[in-house]
């Protein structure tokens, strides 16, 4: 096991089309997180689980954002409908209890 | 509330200048502090952490000390080099029953030959 995996590296979408990200966290960390970088910021927090359970949400998590962890491993983050303000970096960490962090390379979305 | 916030850059050196950014936090009770590094169209890599008060992370020439009663976690390096060009993030660990990190804004380094 590597590190944390996420694919696509970049994705290109046309505004108003549904997109979805996977991240495959380093296997024996239960803890998995979602956040959104624009350029210029930090890591903003979406959400983020412990085994399959969704523990919180972000309010900038739209209804038009899902994510799943459906057996506490592996993990997607779909965008429907996207906007062109959603162009950003959509990075995935996992953690091991009690704390650390171990982030992907990130997920680039272009919406046009 | 819970945050942390970091100096503005950017910074701009020359090799082999003395760095510093500053870091400071707010948290309830004592989390563990991170210090990360990303690279232009890269994820964030764990450059350094301090999980208690006084203790020092340090990681390739870097350091920073958990001081409790300043509240920081400045990072230092004694004399940096061209590769250190980069956004570094500061970061709170899990906070008063919150499992989520927060992190800065993020100070950009541009070392200069």
């Known amino acids: 096991d590597t590190g944390v995996s996420q694919n696509p590296r970049h994705k290109i979408t046309k505004r108003g089309q549904n997109v979805t990200f996977r991240c495959d966290p380093i296997?024996?960390?239960?803890?998995l997180y979602w956040y959104r970088q624009t350029l210029g910021q930090g890591p903003e927090f979406l959400t983020y689980?412990?085994?399959?359970?969704?523990?919180?949400k972000s309010r900038l998590l739209s209804d038009r954002f899902s994510a799943e962890r459906p057996k506490g491993s592996f993990s997607t983050l779909e965008i429907q409908r996207t906007e062109q303000g959603d162009s950003a970096m959509y990075l995935c960490?996992?953690?091991?209890?009690?704390?650390?962090?171990?982030f992907g390379s990130g997920t680039r979305l272009t919406v046009v | 509330g819970n945050s942390v916030t970091q100096m503005e850059g950017p910074v701009t050196l020359s090799e082999e200048a003395f760095l510093t950014i500053n870091c400071t936090y707010t948290?309830?009770?004592?989390?563990?502090l991170f210090w990360y590094v990303q690279y232009p169209g890269e994820g964030l890599q764990l450059l350094l952490k301090?999980?208690?008060?006084?203790d020092k992370g340090s990681n390739k020439g870097f350091e920073a000390t958990y001081r409790k009663e300043t509240t920081s976690f400045h990072l230092e390096k004694g004399s940096v080099q061209v590769s250190d060009s980069a956004v570094y993030f500061c970061?709170?660990?899990?906070?008063?029953?919150?499992?989520?990190?927060?992190f800065g804004r993020g100070t950009s380094l541009i070392v200069h030959p």
């Open positions: 970061a709170r660990g899990t906070s008063g029953g919150s499992y989520i990190p927060t």
């Open positions: 960490a996992s953690s091991p209890p009690p704390d650390g962090y171990t």
């Open positions: 301090a999980t208690k008060a006084d």
């Open positions: 689980f412990q085994n399959e359970a969704q523990l919180e």
């Open positions: 948290a309830t009770g004592y989390p563990s």
């Open positions: 296997s024996e960390h239960n803890r």
